[in-house]
């Protein structure tokens, strides 16, 4: 019995195994077909995925490689998240036209605005390279080897795939290193903002909020793919037309109810299902809590100087979403992990699995020392976790002049090695006209590069203020000297402690005050006599160069210790499913699309405690706090709530549904996924997960875990009654089979039902 129990523990909750658990290669459905069937899919596996035909698979596209978005007309449209769109829409706002707080719409083609660096991919085909890469691997390479291997003979795959034609490709690994697959992707460049309400719809609720239900968040934006000649893929042009998509979504407004299928398409970005019970004590113990540090003092002064300006608040608005949304995942995620007892269920797997292991001498052989090799290896990063939490979120995700100084150096660097050569190539020319072809190749070259570095200022400049920058740097810096062993930190904070007496509060002012990088004028000037010595000497550029030095130096220092957990994780895995070959175990997402499927339903998420599956309008005013920023409600939407004429939009109880739940299987990246029905029309979208499982990135958890999704009515009542944007209304496909009925349509039916009663009698 005891052997029995352990087996169902490994089955039903370690790895991917139930209807709802798991993100599944479009490709590779087979083994979920008749399951999906079960719970209510109507389409067949070519209607999903298909290199042939139009499938769901072409509407579904990578949102600038951060989110998902899916096209729901057949001019291009695309539907994505509010946060998914929000870099788009602040870069675009001003204090005259601040679409933040109210909103955009286009009205017509010619109003949608252009979006540099914004793209979007769509899937071409994905193919099962194992072999190949296999084919190239063996059992007496290091990790370093198989590594540089894997990456030789993947390049060589995705170059024979994007041979004689304009896609990209790419071979991604699966199962920690023991399967491979190739995605061709076909990437458009011109994508424009159609779309957005204010974010006191699009952000209702603000951090109070975020990862919580019962949610009121009408999280949505749109923007439109454009297309060159031949439909074909184009940078930026105004001749460009909005691109006619090989499939698009229809919108169903027939709504959901308590045991609906659904199902998800997305690219999720990163899960951690394989940890280790060493890896889920590390994460309790030291990176999350130390994320979490560090945001705490970056948001804290973020908001300071957000508060005390209309310029900074826009300015920030999205490094602070961006900034915030994970510091509260961490400490959700640690809670959970507690709360949820993470750490027993790893370990019970992993004596499991030592148990299935000694009973066997080739399995000895073969997997004997994959358990100690996760132990020592994590044992070993206990010494180091933080100094890489802190060079990451302290050096390059926190104080932003370092590493823009670090990329302009390279910028101005070969500007002086251009000016540099000149020089040399003039004192050594013997004619006139050889020294005006010189001049000319060189001053050519120096124009291209000094118009590169007056572009980048400009698009960081624009939203950067120096002195909230300068705090930052103050308490970071000190942050990072005070918790971190100095043989682990950046040479110039050694230095700088030293030299300082460890103020790097004093330190940071003398760097704003000397760096040539701090606006675009100071930087003008070291044109008119540019000097090597003053890069070398410029503060800033020195503790770019040392904090990226410093994060390099970790891979070099520390690949003993990271590849032993590699080989460690890749030997679990492969164990583990040759241990249960009837589970059907799921590949932790890496940003590859995938499909994952479950049903509508509410949950308990405590003792006494019970939530709904849905949310309505009603909630959205109960919530309402005009003096509250996170509540705030526009007028025209309390009005039109108030109103209550939500026309076909409504459920059978007249409610106007917000956002609705269901248990399928996400992370960061599905963020903007479509929730689709089982006759494959949009019935929402997706945008975040439930508090109670914020520990589902390593630990899916059965019983709890939610999707939060904005209802499809919602998204479409938004745009056509509060936005009046009845062109976008007019394109869409919107689906009523079976459109149900209001409370006052039941009660009209029954008064008619009444004589026809009394005449049957």
């Known amino acids: 019995m005891k052997k029995i129990l352990s087996f169902l523990l490994i089955s039903a909750l370690s790895l991917p195994a139930m209807a709802n658990e798991g993100m599944w290669l479009p490709m590779l459905l087979g083994r979920n077909m008749e399951d999906m069937k079960a719970h209510g899919l109507q389409l067949s596996a070519e209607d999903i995925y298909s290199i042939n035909n139009g499938s769901l698979k072409d509407a579904i596209v990578s949102f600038g490689g951060f989110c998902t978005g899916e096209i729901i007309s057949d001019q291009g449209l695309i539907l994505t998240n509010h946060h998914c769109g929000f870099d788009a829409i602040q870069t675009h706002s001003t204090p005259k036209n601040n679409y933040l707080n109210d909103g955009f719409w286009a009205r017509e083609l010619s109003e949608e605005i252009p979006n540099e660096g914004l793209f979007v991919r769509f899937l071409v085909r994905m193919e099962d390279v194992t072999d190949l890469v296999l084919d190239e691997l063996n059992d007496q390479m290091s990790e370093e080897e198989r590594a540089k291997a894997i990456a030789a003979v993947s390049k060589q795959i995705a170059d024979d795939a994007t041979k004689d034609n304009a ?94 299928f659904t199902m998800v398409m997305g690219y999720p970005g990163s899960t951690d299902r394989y940890l280790s019970s060493h890896g889920v004590e590390q994460a309790i113990s030291t990176y999350n809590p130390t994320v979490v540090k560090i945001r705490d003092k970056k948001l804290a002064i973020m908001k300071k100087y957000m508060d005390q300006s209309d310029v900074t608040r826009i300015q920030y608005a999205s490094k602070y979403a961006q900034t915030a949304n994970y510091w509260k995942y961490f400490i959700g995620q640690t809670e959970q992990l507690k709360g949820n007892k993470v750490f027993g269920a790893k370990k019970a797997i992993e004596d499991e699995f030592a148990a299935w292991v000694s009973q066997s001498p080739e399995r000895k052989a073969k997997y004997g020392e994959t358990l100690n090799l996760l132990k020592e290896g994590y044992a070993e990063k206990d010494d180091y976790v933080a100094s890489k939490v802190f060079v990451m979120e302290a050096g390059i995700r926190g104080v932003e002049l370092p590493l823009f100084a670090f990329r302009m150096n390279r910028l101005l660097r070969a500007y002086v090695d251009a000016a540099e050569k000149m020089e040399e190539e003039l004192d050594e020319a013997e004619t006139d006209s050889a020294e005006e072809a010189i001049t000319s190749q060189y001053q050519m070259r120096m124009e291209q590069i000094k118009g590169a570095v007056f572009g980048y200022a400009a698009e960081f400049y624009k939203d950067y203020n120096a002195n909230l920058d300068q705090e930052l740097m103050g308490a970071l810096f000190q942050m990072y000297y005070n918790q971190v062993p100095q043989n682990q930190q950046p040479e110039f ?12 509060g004093e330190y940071a002012e003398e760097v704003f005050e000397e760096t040539m990088l701090i606006d675009s004028a100071s930087l003008a000037e070291f044109f008119e006599d540019p000097e090597r010595d003053d890069l070398e000497e410029d503060p800033a550029i020195i503790a770019g160069n040392s904090i990226i030095k410093r994060y390099r130096g970790n891979a070099d220092a520390y690949k003993e210790t990271e590849a032993k957990l590699e080989k460690g994780y890749r030997l679990l895995t492969a164990g583990l499913r040759e241990m249960n070959p009837d589970v059907n175990y799921s590949a932790d997402a890496n940003s590859t699309m995938r499909l994952t499927y479950g049903t509508v339903g509410s949950y308990e998420p405590k003792d006494g405690v019970h939530y709904n599956y849905y949310t309505t309008a009603e909630g959205i005013l109960q919530k309402m706090d005009n003096d509250d920023p996170e509540f705030v409600v526009p007028e025209r939407l309390e009005m039109l709530i108030k109103k209550g004429n939500y026309g076909r939009y409504a459920n059978e109880k007249g409610e106007l549904p917000v956002c609705f739940i269901h248990n399928t299987d996400i992370t960061g990246g599905n963020s903007g996924s479509p929730v689709i029905n089982g006759r494959g029309e949009l019935i929402g979208t997706a945008f975040d997960g439930n508090w109670e499982a ?23 009542f938004v745009i056509e009654q509060y936005a009046m944007a009845y062109n976008l209304i007019k394109e869409l496909d919107i689906v009523d089979n079976d459109p149900p009925k209001t409370a006052k349509q039941k009660a009209a039916e029954k008064q008619e039902e009444k004589p026809q009663e009394v005449m049957a009698e």
């Open 167 to 260: 896609y990209e490709a790419n071979v991604k690994s699966f199962y920690h290193g023991n399967e491979f697959y190739l995605f061709v992707y076909e990437k458009y460049n011109d994508v424009r903002l159609v779309g957005a309400p204010p974010s006191s719809i699009g952000k209702f609720g603000g951090d109070t909020d975020n990862w919580m239900w019962p949610r009121h968040t009408g999280d949505f934006s749109l923007f439109r793919v454009y297309a060159g000649p031949n439909n074909q893929p184009a940078n930026y042009a105004e001749e460009n037309v909005p691109l006619k998509p090989k499939h698009h979504l229809p919108i169903s407004i027939n709504g959901v109810k308590e045991g609906d």
């Open 493 to 504: 904070m050694v230095e700088a402690g030293d030299d300082y007496k460890g103020d790097f």
């Open 694 to 716: 914020m520990s589902g990135d390593i630990f899916f958890e059965e019983e709890l875990q939610r999707t939060i999704s904005v209802d499809a009515r919602y998204i479409l």
